[in-house]
């Protein structure tokens, strides 16, 4: 199977489409030096480049990004940075682990509530807390999990009822519920773009420029890009799944696609209804549905997968609409403003891709939805690592990434669990 260097998305990012338009930087043009090249302008890859210029003020650095920064799949996220683990993640059997977690969480995020501070990013950075429902008997028993899992870590959470989520989130489609503050809710567009244009002075960013290859050469690599070729003793991968056409491991790596949408601002009445503050929700099942209001009063939808490649995205666009409508009947009828598409790495164990894959060939990808955070995180550890600083034991704290079947047998297999996830979650999805 052949992997593509960069996702073609059918549609722009909603998120992007909000914000004022922004000048790119200019492609890379000709033979280029470097002392490290970082293939991805998404978080990990600038908390990568930010993290080599901290140690190495005098060194070039550059950044390629296939897109313009904010319109790739970083800013096609949520919006969602969790301070403590993923409900996926979370495990009472490993607390001690799961508090190193938590704990490196918490001072990433700090770390980067300091930069919007430093920089003034307007982002809509907002410490909200999140939601977790469910309204199924599989989702309640992985809502008790994750419930179990925050007592035994000690972490704040509360306990809502249907009537509880109704007066908090305008909608009594949910059984029951949690409420975490470990979480802050951000334009991620926004974000992106902030953190690329604040880049110190060492450090080089070229946009529509994606990565075709990546060679061996008396310099150590060699990246080229359709108009340039750039040549540095050290480069990383951190553009996800996308860096299996670039050297890495394509047994332990697959791109999901996931789907969101966007409501027009609604009417005043509705929002004192739906949404009289700030709130997210992550579903109990990880194929129910995401929601979130907006700093601006518009509702976000997020769910549906597919596997290495965009669905057609009208065909999204009514699912979306369907799950939205069941949830909160009055917005039934109602148009999106935006539909969107984006990707993930996804790995079978939910544990990253992350090291040296040969002399002078990093990888970070693998995130498995907790990219801003998570990805920030491990961008900023793989560049003190390439650097021959000391680390945290990454693979000690999240794991190995594991082996998956070659293809078909993937595809199948992944068709297979999607299947029996999708009868499972029932009214989750």
Same mark, same amino acid.
């Given at each position: 199977m052949t992997h593509p260097i960069a996702p073609l %998305?059918?549609?722009?990012? @909603?998120?992007?489409?909000?914000?004022t338009p922004r000048q790119c930087r200019q492609p890379a043009h000709g033979t280029l030096d470097a002392e490290l090249v970082?293939?991805?302008?998404?978080?990990?890859?600038?908390?990568?480049?930010?993290?080599?210029?901290?140690e190495h003020p005098d060194d070039r650095v550059i950044i390629l990004d296939s897109e313009a920064v904010g319109e790739g799949s970083p800013g096609r996220n949520s919006g969602f940075m969790l301070e403590v683990a993923l409900a996926d993640d979370a495990s009472s059997a490993e607390l001690e682990r799961?508090?190193?977690?938590?704990?490196?969480?918490?001072?990433?995020?700090?770390?980067?509530?300091?930069?919007v501070e430093q920089h003034g990013?307007?982002? %809509?950075?907002?410490?909200? @807390?999140?939601?977790?429902?469910a309204n199924t008997p599989a989702g309640i028993s992985s809502l008790t999990d994750y419930r179990s899992f925050l007592e035994a870590a000690g972490l704040r959470y509360e306990h809502l009822s249907r009537s509880a989520l109704n007066e908090r989130i305008g909608t009594s489609y949910y059984a029951e519920g949690l409420y975490s503050p470990d979480c802050y809710l951000v334009q991620p567009a926004?974000?992106?773009?902030g953190l690329a244009d604040a880049l110190p002075a060492s450090v080089q960013l070229y946009e529509h420029s994606p990565a075709n290859a990546v060679r061996a050469n008396d310099k150590g690599w060699s990246v080229s890009t359709p108009d340039a070729e750039i040549r540095a003793p050290r480069v990383i991968l951190a553009n996800n799944a996308?860096?299996?056409?670039?050297?890495?491991?394509?047994s332990r790596l697959t791109a999901i696609y996931t789907y969101a949408a966007v409501t027009p601002v609604l009417p005043q009445t509705l929002r004192e209804q739906i949404m009289p503050k700030s709130w997210g929700l992550l579903p109990a099942h990880r194929l129910g549905c995401t929601l979130r209001s907006t700093h601006d009063g518009r509702m976000l939808i997020r769910s549906c997968y597919s596997y290495e490649h965009e669905e057609d995205n009208s065909l999204i666009e009514r699912s979306l609409a369907h799950s939205l409508a069941r949830r909160y009947p009055e917005?039934?009828?109602?148009?999106?403003?935006?539909?969107?598409?984006g990707t993930t790495g996804l790995t079978h164990n939910g544990a990253p891709l992350w090291g040296e894959i040969k002399p002078g060939l990093y990888v970070s990808a693998g995130c498995n939805g907790g990219g801003v955070v998570k990805g920030t995180f491990l961008g900023d550890a793989l560049a003190r690592y390439a650097s021959?600083?000391?680390?945290?034991?990454?693979?000690?704290?999240?794991?190995?990434?594991?082996?998956?079947?070659?293809?078909?047998?993937?595809?199948?297999?992944?068709?297979?669990?999607?299947?029996?996830e999708k009868r499972r979650a029932g009214g989750e999805a």
């Open positions: %998305h059918q549609r722009p990012c @909603g998120w992007n489409t909000q914000l970082i293939v991805g302008a998404g978080y990990t890859g600038l908390a990568a480049a930010e993290a080599w210029a901290k799961m508090s190193e977690l938590n704990a490196l969480s918490r001072k990433t995020m700090s770390r980067l509530r300091q930069r990013i307007d982002c %809509h950075l907002e410490h909200s @807390g999140t939601y977790r429902a926004a974000l992106v773009r996308f860096s299996r056409a670039l050297g890495a491991d394509t917005l039934s009828g109602m148009n999106f403003e935006s539909v969107w598409g021959g600083q000391p680390v945290e034991p990454i693979h000690q704290l999240f794991g190995k990434a594991s082996w998956m079947p070659p293809e078909p047998l993937r595809h199948l297999g992944f068709c297979l669990v999607s299947a029996l």
